[in-house]
């Protein structure tokens, strides 16, 4: 069977190619793949300027009962329609104002302080599943920032960091009980954490699976990997630190602060309206 010169696995070669792909950050062109290679699997020969709204309908909602999955493979194919109408492979996006899949999110919250007390019990000192949770919690960063992290990184006693995402640079102190875990670590890499063999970083998929499997094993799959960095800024904020002081370890906006600890902040607020409310009756 001959393939068409203007087939979906032609186009997603070209946009491999292309500074759009290129500019992406590596995580996000890791998820990107993921999809892409999703697509090639199932109109790999297909001509993309004979996809239609109703071709682009049907393929997310053969995927309804993985939204999340309907919903990046639509983002994803909205990004891939655009390269092929800037290629001048057709006139328009057929994803362009396709509506994703509702869906009920759930907010993410931090871990409870027993289940991480859980956690730190199960894994002990030593354990890559330790330290990249001794990472996450202590600098309060992105997963795939604290994957990226290298021993050279560390400089009179903090960490010097470049966050991926919004390329904010950061000093942020190594806390007593991260530089424990950090003690025991091997160091046979550039990178802290590593592969099994300690030849590379620890990927963001091996990572993720070993810490499922703890999660699994001390019942608390309603938390996950990202949980942790909510666990940083509420932590800060349990301690008394003002916005401004969260910002300065977390790198993240006044709002993404406030948003990642507005339900603890609702609790410290009622309680001090409660308190204020019973002082006032006495």
Known sequence: MRVSSRSFAALIANYHRSPRYKRLKPRTALDYDKYLKFFLSIMSDANPAKMQRKDVI???????EKPYFANYSLRVLRILMEHAVDLGWRETNPAKGVPEIKTDKVAREPWPRELLDVYRATCPIGSRERLVMELCVGTGQRIGDVLEMRWSDIQDGAFVIKQNKTAK???????????VALDAASRHSVFILTNERGTNRWSYRGASQAVRNVREAIKALDYDIHSWRYNAACELLEAGCNDD???????????????YTKKLRQRIRAVQAQQMRSEQRS
Do not use: F, K, Y
Not at 169 to 179: A, D, K, N, R, T
Not at 250 to 259: C, E
């Open 58 to 64: 049907r393929l997310r909602d053969a995927n309804a």
């Open 169 to 179: 640079e950061l000093w942020v102190p190594i806390l007593p009980e991260l530089q």
């Open 245 to 259: 002081l969260i910002a300065a370890v977390t790198g993240q906006s006044p709002a993404m602060v406030q948003h």
